[in-house]
Nanobody, 124 residues
Framework: QVQLVESGGGLVQAGGSLRLSCAASGRTFSTYAMGWFRQAPGKERDIVAA????????NYADSVKGRFTISRDNAKNTVYLQMNSLKPEDTAVYYC?????????????????WGQGTQVTVSS
């Protein structure tokens, strides 16, 4: 069992930056692929970025490429999402998720554990 707790959300002006963190419990974090998803009101939950278990392979949604960076520190059981050049359309609840496989997972249905989410609001 893995528990995930996100932090770092908040209100920021367009063009600003935020860094989300996701702290994981359990000794097996380093063997899990991780992902960040977001869900805006009235919309589906979409993947934003994903990273493999070692942190040497990543993938991003087209809408955030070049602006967001996913990374992980297995010694700290933490995955991060650095978000730069934020836009109002980035406003959503952001969730981290863990998949009990080594490689990158791109579908929400692949993920086994979810955090409770953290709100990100970007004002224009």
């Amino acid at each position: 069992q893995v528990q995930l707790v996100e932090s770092g959300g908040g209100l920021v002006q367009a063009g600003g930056s935020l860094r989300l963190s996701c702290a994981a419990s359990g000794r097996t974090f380093s063997t899990y692929a991780m992902g960040w998803f977001r869900q805006a009101p009235g919309k589906e939950r979409d993947i934003v970025a994903a990273i493999n278990w070692r942190g040497d392979s990543t993938n991003y949604a087209d809408s955030v490429k070049g602006r967001f960076t996913i990374s992980r520190d297995n010694a700290k059981n933490t995955v991060y999402l650095q978000m730069n050049s934020l836009k109002p359309e980035d406003t959503a609840v952001y969730y981290c998720a863990a998949d009990r496989t080594y490689g990158i997972s791109w579908r929400a249905s692949d993920y086994d554990y979810w955090g409770q989410g953290t709100q990100v609001t970007v004002s224009s």
